[in-house]
């Protein structure tokens, strides 16, 4: 399917849950069980986002191609961009990062800082990634490469100096790529987390 009937279903699917929306009279509140559904949605992230760190942490750092493994993380924050909103996605990249801070070596928040604008871009990105598999996977490689780039500095500011500069550009040149590849293949399960009418 091409990018331009993708893209044109996704707007229909919006147009449609918008007038569907200004179609129910004004004195109806589904307020208490919105909020009950966004928790739970919101839970579920990050449960699911604690597991990824745990299986980063544990299986994927050992399975290294060129020194390097594949970031699991910004990948799952770049889908938890179709289903939450900006101040969730946000708050669940921060979370992602403090946690790989405290299963890691590197000084607490560099890891939350980096995560925390990688969210963000990819709130900013959300209506490109369900254009089509090949636009989704630059997204994450992009956002991948920008998470390592700001980790990058912000740890060379800390005084880590030659082993930042030496582990950033070897992980901005693999780490994307691995990312992007894996994108690729699970671009069907992205493809059914998009929500047109969530921005």
Known sequence: MSSRIRLRRYRSRRDSARSVARSLPRG???LPFQRSVRWGRGLAWLAGV???VVLQTSVVGRLQIGGVSPD???IVVAYAAFRLRDNGVIVLGFLSGLLLDVSGTSVIGLLAFAMTLVAWGATLTREQ?????????????????????????ISIAFGEWSLAIWEGLRRMALIPV?????????FPLSNRLWVPSLK
């Open 28 to 30: 109806v509140s589904f």
């Open 178 to 186: 691995l990312n992007f590849v894996l994108a690729v293949v699970l």
């Open 50 to 52: 604690v597991g990824v």
């Open 129 to 153: 990634g369900g254009r089509g598999v090949l636009v989704n996977a630059l997204r994450i490689l992009l956002l991948t490469l920008a998470g390592i780039a700001v980790h990058t500095v």
């Open 72 to 74: 699991l993380v910004p």
